[in-house]
């Protein structure tokens, strides 16, 4: 009877330890996150001289809840969606930027990375970070939210610019570096401004949607002004806040 009693303790034991194993291994999956599309490649836009367009952006937008960026067909202008709320810049050297917020069964991108996201978590990140750095800082922070970071993901900052600089692609010529794309482009340089930041990360999507320099491509959105464009170089101060997808 004695043996008998040990071995259902024993047996109680290792139902439990086995229930708390499974609950711990749960706790530390990763969350599932949403697929990211993506459609054209930058090295045939700066190497193969692309410039047709290869994805309707009203198709695009009949789904709910996309986010998403790139560039016009003929490189004519920048690409920016919230939440299925597209925005399309378009600027000539020297003059002013044109907006549109409509889009027609002509209109297609040439370069265009989205993702449907439904909900997000966001943290604060208490130090500053800069365009050599916030790779790195995206990357542990993702981790930390349980995001799986050898999967592209979207993300969305929010914070005080100490300095950015973005321009507004402007249909260069094809040929040419992309440092012979910037200097045909609209440029503009802000300091100490609030603004938003959608963006992406890969470490997988190098000449594809990333520079070759950089995991992330990243547009900057100044609500008040309904103006977007490609980040070049970016100072952020501290206390900015980062969301990524939960679903």
Not at 215 to 224: A, G, N, P, S
Not at 229 to 247: A, F, M, Q, R
């Amino acid at each position: 009877m004695s043996k008998l009693i040990l071995w259902s303790q024993d047996k109680n034991q290792f139902i439990l330890t086995s229930f708390i194993t499974i609950m711990f291994m749960v706790g530390c999956e990763k969350q599932i996150q949403p697929d990211v599309m993506v459609h054209g490649e930058l090295k045939k836009i700066m190497h193969g001289d692309a410039r047709e367009g290869i994805v309707n952006l009203g198709d695009v937008l009949k789904n709910e809840h996309i986010f998403g960026l790139g560039a016009m067909e003929n490189l004519d202008g920048e690409i920016i969606i919230m939440d299925s709320e597209i925005l399309i810049t378009r600027a000539e050297v020297d003059q002013n930027p044109k907006i549109q917020m409509d889009v027609t069964e002509n209109d297609k991108a040439l370069l265009l990375v989205t993702s449907r996201v439904q909900s997000w978590t966001e943290t604060v990140i208490g130090e500053q970070a800069v365009s050599g750095t916030i790779d790195k800082i995206i990357k542990t922070h993702a981790d930390e939210m349980r995001l799986d970071t050898n999967k592209p993901f979207p993300f969305i900052i929010e914070g005080e610019f100490e300095l950015m600089n973005w321009h507004i692609i402007s249909s260069p010529e094809p040929g040419g570096s992309h440092d012979d794309h910037l200097e045909q482009s609209w440029k503009r340089r802000d300091v100490n401004v609030h603004g938003k930041i959608l963006g992406f990360y890969s470490e997988h999507h190098k000449a594809i949607f990333t520079h070759h320099t950089t995991f992330t491509h990243m547009h900057v959105l100044y609500e008040d002004e309904n103006l977007s464009g490609h980040i070049d170089e970016l100072v952020i101060n501290k206390n900015w806040s980062l969301k990524v997808p939960t679903n």
